[in-house]
């Protein structure tokens, strides 16, 4: 049976599929996942026992899935990835899909704005919100990538081959991932923000179809950042913390 009384952060982790149960009710698994499920599902006038319904289903499957694990197209589940190779899918799948997406959807808001935004001025704050995300989420991730992944890699490396944690710049690796979840913490208010301007990415009446685009790929880029910042807030970072102290002795 699962426990209500546990954090949504803690399904997320235990239960990977069960973060696409709280997308489609619109709970935040990521920077605010640290709630317990009661006081969210009341909170946000869910009930509790078809919400615990819907996460034993997904933990069904999820282990279900897990019995195929010898199959070639099986994926690997982040908690027992090595911390190397959770960075890589980070990077490979998640970085890359945001600046893909970053770069069309500015153009894509611009040509909406110029098409709508006198009808619908709130496209007009939507467009300074997206403006601001992407201001702050490319030097984000290019600090990750430059600095604190790169970290993550080798401290993993010495711990395997039990070497002393390599030299870190920015003294303990809880500095730049307290700096990291500050700033998923902003992007994940700005998504809030352009959420709530969008009216839940509702196309009004007289949207054309690059307006309904727009929303559509807004919802999809929001889903993609909660997967990606739980990723990293969730288990990449507590894992990289445990290892440190354990490369220092601590543990």
């Known amino acids: ?42 909170q946000n006038g869910l009930e509790l026992d078809e919400v615990l319904e819907l996460l034993d289903e997904a933990k069904q499957t999820h282990l279900e899935t897990q019995t195929q694990a010898a199959l070639p197209h099986a994926k690997a589940d982040p908690q027992s990835m090595s911390l190397a190779s959770l960075i ?7 970085h890359t899909y945001t600046r893909q997406e970053l770069e069309r959807l500015t153009a894509l808001l611009e040509k909406v704005c110029t098409a709508h935004g006198t009808n619908h001025p ?25 600095i604190l992944f790169p970290y993550i890699t ?38 809030i923000t352009i959420r709530e301007l969008s009216n839940d990415f509702k196309t009004p009446d007289d949207g054309c179809f690059s ?9 999809a880029l929001e889903a993609d950042l909660h997967q990606h910042i739980h990723l990293e807030n969730n288990i990449l970072f507590p894992r990289s913390l445990k290892m440190e102290q354990k490369a220092a002795g601590k543990m």
């Not at 149960?21 to 969210?40: H, M, Q, S, W």
């Open 88 to 94: 890589n899918l980070i990077v490979e799948k998640h």
């Open 1 to 42: 049976m699962l426990e209500a009384t546990r954090t949504v952060r803690e399904f997320a982790i235990e239960i990977p599929s069960a973060t696409r149960v709280f997308e489609a009710l619109k709970i935040d698994y990521c920077c605010g996942g640290n709630r317990p499920l009661t006081e969210v599902c009341q």
């Open 211 to 219: 307006y309904r685009t727009l929303y559509n790929e807004l919802a």
């Open 122 to 146: 709130e496209l007009l704050d939507i467009r300074s919100q997206f403006q601001t995300l992407r201001a702050e989420l490319e030097p984000h991730m290019l600090k990750e990538e430059r």
């Open 154 to 191: 080798r401290l993993e490396t010495a711990v395997g081959q039990k070497q002393p944690a390599p030299f870190a710049p920015f003294g303990e690796v809880a500095n730049p991932i307290m700096v990291m979840t500050r700033e998923h913490e902003a992007a994940g208010g700005i998504l």
